[in-house]
């Protein structure tokens, strides 16, 4: 509670900073807009003048207002987040200007390759002896048209927005398993065989896909099929997973923007329970998915 307490007071202070500089760029930019037309009006140069230099210093104010926002993003954020981390996971890391290496995704063949990429919020640790690496991850595509001049015009359009989860376990399998949920390419199916279990309801949500028949049904158990489905009825969007080498990729494309703070909303914990639901889905998955269990050591 004292953590949250001094955050809050930090907070607070950054809110009167940005709501000053705020107010003062709009009264600037008031008079300046007023200014302005009553010059252009009346042909008054200097007020013209004064018009566009009044404008000019509330953009300048608008930047610092920014700079004030960015500064909670930043330092507020970090601060925060760190904290909650370190109260339930081993040697973890915060570092929200990173992202899981594009590479990694790409090597597992579970999402298309993108032509253009960001991400945020990336956190690495360790949770009952498992480690994981979690981040924001928004990959696009490249689309080109022309119109009947010949003019052409490029645009990215988002294909996957979500999070990217990566567990690493001490057992190292020579097999592959994906289970997919959505489009699928060809390409990623190479040299695996379809799967089908005896859930109708897992088979019509999930395409699976194993280098062997008995390596995919290791994993892909009663209790598993009840899992997943369980996993994922908490996210909008699709989810897709493999099991390849010691590790388990998961990609939940849900278009949503996790580890958020509003600058406006206190600091407390009645508002941090959205806030904390994002963090509590990385043990989760592991409890859920006995990713500390026999199975996965060596």
């Not at 207002?65 to 981390?85: E, G, Q, Y």
């Not at 997919?180 to 060809?186: A, L």
């Not at 395409?207 to 489905?229: G, N, P, R, V």
Request: aromatic fraction near 12%.
């Amino acid at each position: 509670m004292d953590k949250l307490q001094a955050l809050e007071e930090k907070r607070l202070k950054i809110v009167k900073a940005y709501q000053k500089e705020q107010t003062t760029g709009i009264i600037l930019l008031v008079i300046g807009i007023i200014g302005f037309i009553i010059g252009l009006l009346n042909e008054i140069s200097p007020l013209l003048v004064i018009g566009i230099m009044l404008f000019a210093i509330a953009i300048y104010f608008f930047g610092k207002a920014r700079n004030h926002h960015n500064t909670f993003r930043k330092v507020i954020k970090k601060d925060l987040i760190t904290s909650l981390l370190e109260d339930q996971f081993e040697s973890v890391t915060y570092q929200p200007e990173l992202m899981i290496n594009v590479s990694r995704i790409n090597q597992v063949g579970l999402v298309k390759r993108p032509d253009k990429y960001t991400g945020e919020d990336y956190i690495s640790g360790m949770y009952k002896g498992v480690k994981f690496e979690v981040s924001d991850v928004d990959l696009k595509e490249r689309h080109e048209t022309r119109d009947s001049n010949g003019n052409r015009t490029v645009t990215y359009e988002t294909y996957f927005k979500g999070r990217w989860y990566i567990y690493t376990f001490e057992r190292q399998f020579e097999d592959v398993l994906k289970v997919v949920e959505g489009r699928f390419n060809s390409a990623d199916k190479r040299g695996l065989i379809k799967i089908e279990t005896e859930s109708i309801q897992f088979n019509k949500k999930y395409q699976i896909y194993a280098s062997t028949q008995e390596y995919a049904f290791y994993h892909i158990t009663s209790s598993l099929i009840e899992k997943l489905l369980e996993l994922e009825a908490l996210h909008r969007g699709t989810i897709q997973y493999c099991y390849i080498k010691n590790e388990l990729h998961i990609g939940v494309n849900d278009r949503h923007d996790y580890m958020e703070l509003s600058l406006k909303k206190p600091i407390n914990e009645a508002t941090l329970k959205d806030f904390m639901s994002d963090i509590d889905l990385i043990p989760a998955i592991i409890n859920e998915l006995r990713l500390d269990s026999q199975k996965f050591k060596r």
